[in-house]
């Protein structure tokens, strides 16, 4: 039992390093005003329901909660977003630029990691 209690210490101090964060939020109280500013968001389901995960860094991968599962988003990040089907940004499937927001068409339930452009503004 000890060796489980540490390992998800252990995880939740990466996460808190880390500076993500991740929450499952009920439909009834999630919208767009969940996502904070300097933020990409994700939510699983269409008109920003079901659960969320929000991240102000690149993410290698949103974990099992939302992997394939995100159907709205917002950019709030002051920089183009680009959206992977694979961790560790591999398989590019676009783009997201700032403060675009709505539903997502072209990688509906595909996405597993994001990162900001690099400096020449390519994914």
Same mark, same amino acid.
């Given at each position: 039992? /000890?060796? &489980?209690?540490?390992?998800? +210490?252990?995880?939740? +101090?990466?996460?808190?390093? !880390?500076?993500?964060? !991740? ?19 994700? $939510?699983? #389901? ?10 102000? #860094? @690149? ?7 939302? &992997?394939? *599962?995100? +159907?709205? #988003? $917002? &950019?709030?990040? @002051? *920089?183009?977003?680009?959206?992977? @089907? ?5 398989? !590019? !499937? ?10 997502? @068409? ?5 996405? +597993?990691? /994001?990162?900001?452009? &690099? ?5």
């Amino acid at each position: 039992m /000890f060796r &489980n209690v540490a390992r998800v +210490t252990g995880v939740v +101090t990466l996460v808190a390093a !880390l500076g993500l964060s !991740l929450s499952a939020v009920s439909p009834a109280v999630a919208g767009p005003e969940q996502c904070p500013e300097g933020h990409f968001c994700l $939510w699983e #389901h269409a008109g920003y329901k079901g659960r969320f995960f929000s991240s102000p #860094h @690149d993410v290698p991968n949103v974990g099992p909660d939302m &992997n394939d *599962k995100s +159907t709205s #988003h $917002w &950019n709030r990040m @002051d *920089k183009r977003v680009c959206v992977y @089907d694979h961790s560790r940004y591999r398989g !590019l !499937l676009g783009s997201y630029g700032s403060n675009s927001f709505g539903h997502m @068409d072209f990688t509906h339930d595909i996405i +597993t990691s /994001f990162r900001r452009v &690099n400096a020449e503004g390519r994914c």
